[in-house]
């Protein structure tokens, strides 16, 4: 499809009507650039197109309806809304090539407004011929095959939603979508809902067996199963990769905070783990202090009073043992001992020189010792242990350990002073902050990643089991007479259908691989820096190769370069999908640097295909980016709108510094 000319009626800021000529001189100009400020009216021209094409069906309503009229009101010019009688329109020419042969179609799409109640009229004029309704009908039927809405949108290329797409990443579902439009293997999909549609109102009208009613609902199990699978698969890619960017983001804020002199999270925590030490031991210095001042300085102070008691109490004890001693060895008990002994001729003498002996032997060595303490036992034994401690201690021992925490003390306050004055710079407790947090989303997301990965295991393992069910199931009705059942036939060609777009998308994902390559290799400032790109057939994950065959990250690059792998990989897939459609790319080069851009106006715009349409600003394609672009343009227009009469102008020029060279 090329589109010849655009013709707006009354449409959003167009007032009257304001006729685009969108024809190609020539294979080598096929660019029609546009320009404009924001607010020009750019956003307008596109939506126009969608609606004079598709109608309520480009909106996703199957019928004109109150949304959809609610829709167009919002398009048409708020000051002719106003008149009486007032037309609106959108009218499209294009031509496009069947049987060889080119034809040329001009849509007319028409508004009549009264009392705000909308009426659409829509005529389809082939090659000057006015086409009556059903001819019309089938015509639209037939254009939303090979040109559908979808297809619409994934040739309006806007910088914004690339950006999403890259920033959002969505590569992978992005490619998916576009690889089932463009190869048109969403018509296989459509036929996939049809069957399985068919086969669920078989099991709700009891036109199936018991065995086929499992079997469909199994399969309706295994699809939900396998697009959880899916999804959770996905999210894991993207944790990954979110995970790796908050990473590299939190070394970048690191490497920021210890240039600039501030501690990081480590470091804060080492320090802390000081200043806890530090105070751990002076609680223990001050609790052995304490203790001794309340337990031994008070006999410490009087340790000589307490040698002497000791002494004192060591005759007293002495005393008592004489004295027991000297009541209980009487010399009538002493007497009938000696007179055992055969050796002892007379026991008369024996006997108080025995006693005598044995009473010197345990005699007090002091004379005269009077009971003075008269301890226990108990309370004679605690004294010897606080006599035997204070033996050992010396009171510069506490001394040092004072010492020693007045300087741990003078350490601890250094270390706080530290951390405070980092933390109370603002920038520092800004980056503080933000590691923390990514700390924190690093945390949550590997998880999340690893709960994940037990889900997907765990439902791979469900999903494996019910696989293996439904086969069992479906072997036994294949064994079975329905062989040649609808149903059986149903089920065989939603199984040819998964297969065949399998091998399209293996098929046609290899070449798009080999001209995404050649593309990107073109356009990139780095030079051969990909060998090769791979793409999953099933995931549709983009793999990248170096010059060695080692992966290549796709984190490492820039978002440039992300943008330009990703209009590589969009135009490899419409070139080998052979479809001749308009390009059109709106603010396409905003995140691009010099070399890109240039890259990008000079080797990728005049190889997108037969049609170009580019909408820009002076910023974007600014004096020495349109000489690069100069000699693939047919037409160009300037979009400028008029704050007092509230309407945009077009003038067949592009902005001001070309007004010299251009002609109308």
């Not at 069957?195 to 086929?212: D, G, K, P």
Request: proline share 2%.
């Amino acid at each position: 499809m090329l589109i010849e000319q655009i013709k707006l009626e009354n449409i959003g800021s167009y007032r009257g009507d304001n006729i685009f000529d969108l024809s190609i001189s020539s294979s080598k100009k096929n660019v029609i650039l546009i320009g404009g400020e924001n607010g020009a009216g750019k956003t307008t021209f596109l939506n126009s197109i969608r609606l004079g094409l598709f109608g309520c069906y480009g909106y996703g309503y199957k019928t004109e309806n109150k949304d959809y009229y609610k829709r167009v009101y919002s398009y048409l010019n708020s000051n002719a809304r106003k008149q009486i009688n007032e037309p609106f329109s959108i009218t499209i020419s294009f031509s496009e090539v069947e049987n060889y042969r080119r034809y040329s179609y001009t849509f007319k799409r028409s508004w009549l407004l009264k009392d705000e109640a909308i009426k659409e009229q829509f005529s389809i004029t082939k090659d000057g011929s006015h086409l009556n309704e059903a001819e019309a009908d089938i015509y639209q039927s037939k254009l939303k095959d090979f040109f559908p809405p979808k297809l619409f949108d994934l040739c309006l290329f806007d910088g914004e939603e690339i950006s999403r797409i890259i920033s959002e990443n969505k590569l992978s579902s992005y490619l998916q979508e576009l690889s089932t439009v463009v190869f048109n293997l969403d018509l296989f999909n459509s036929l996939e809902n049809d069957l399985t549609s068919y086969l669920q109102q078989a099991v709700s009208e009891n036109q199936l067996s018991v065995l086929e009613k499992e079997v469909v609902e199994l399969q309706g199990k295994e699809e939900e199963k396998f697009n959880y699978v899916k999804s959770l698969k996905n999210q894991i890619n993207n944790d990954s990769e979110m995970i790796q960017k908050l990473k590299e983001t939190s070394s970048s804020i690191k490497k920021d905070f210890e240039t600039h002199g501030g501690l990081v999270k480590e470091e804060r925590d080492t320090l802390n783990q000081q200043m806890l030490e530090i105070e751990s031991k002076r609680r223990r210095n001050t609790d052995h202090v304490r203790d001794f001042i309340q337990n031994l300085l008070p006999f410490y102070l009087n340790k000589n009073l307490l040698c002497a008691a000791s002494k004192q109490i060591q005759a007293e004890e002495k005393l008592s043992l004489f004295t027991q001693l000297e009541k209980e060895l009487t010399i009538e008990k002493l007497a009938g001992f000696s007179d055992k002994l055969p050796s002892v001729s007379s026991g008369e003498q024996f006997a108080p020189a025995l006693k005598n002996h044995i009473l010197s032997i345990f005699e007090p060595e002091q004379n005269g010792v009077n009971y003075i303490h008269n301890l226990s036992p108990s309370q004679r034994t605690e004294i010897a242990v606080v006599s035997q401690t204070l033996e050992k201690e010396r009171h510069e021992t506490y001394v040092s350990l004072l010492k020693e925490n007045r300087q741990m003390l003078a350490q601890a306050q250094e270390l706080r002073q530290k951390i405070n004055e980092n933390d109370s710079a603002s920038e520092f407790s800004q980056m503080l902050q933000q590691m923390e947090q990514i700390q924190e989303d690093i945390y949550k997301l590997e998880k999340r990643m690893e709960q994940n990965k037990i889900s997907v295991y765990e439902e791979e393992q469900l999903l494996s089991t019910l696989q293996s069910t439904i086969e069992v199931k479906q072997n036994t009705i294949n064994q079975g007479n329905k062989k040649k059942s609808s149903f059986a036939i149903a089920q065989n060609i939603k199984k040819l259908s998964t297969e065949f777009q399998k091998l399209q998308h293996q098929k046609k994902l290899q070449q798009v691989q080999i001209e995404a390559t050649r593309m990107l290799n073109q356009l990139m400032r780095k030079h051969q820096y990909i060998s090769s790109i791979r793409i999953n057939p099933e995931s549709f994950e983009v793999f990248l190769y170096g010059q060695d065959r080692d992966i290549i990250a796709k984190e490492t690059l820039s978002a440039g370069e992300k943008e330009i792998l990703l209009l590589s990989l969009i135009w490899a897939m419409f070139k080998c999908s052979g479809r001749r459609v308009p390009f059109i790319f709106d603010t396409l080069l905003g995140r691009l640097d010099k070399t890109h851009k240039r890259n990008i106006l000079i080797d990728f715009i005049p190889s997108c295909g037969e049609q170009v349409l580019i909408l820009s600003t002076n910023s974007e394609i600014d004096e020495n980016h349109y000489e690069l672009l100069k000699g693939h343009i047919s037409h160009r227009y300037l979009l400028e709108f008029d704050m007092e009469k509230r309407q945009t102008s077009i003038s067949h020029q592009y902005f001001n510094f070309q007004e010299k060279e251009l002609t109308p």
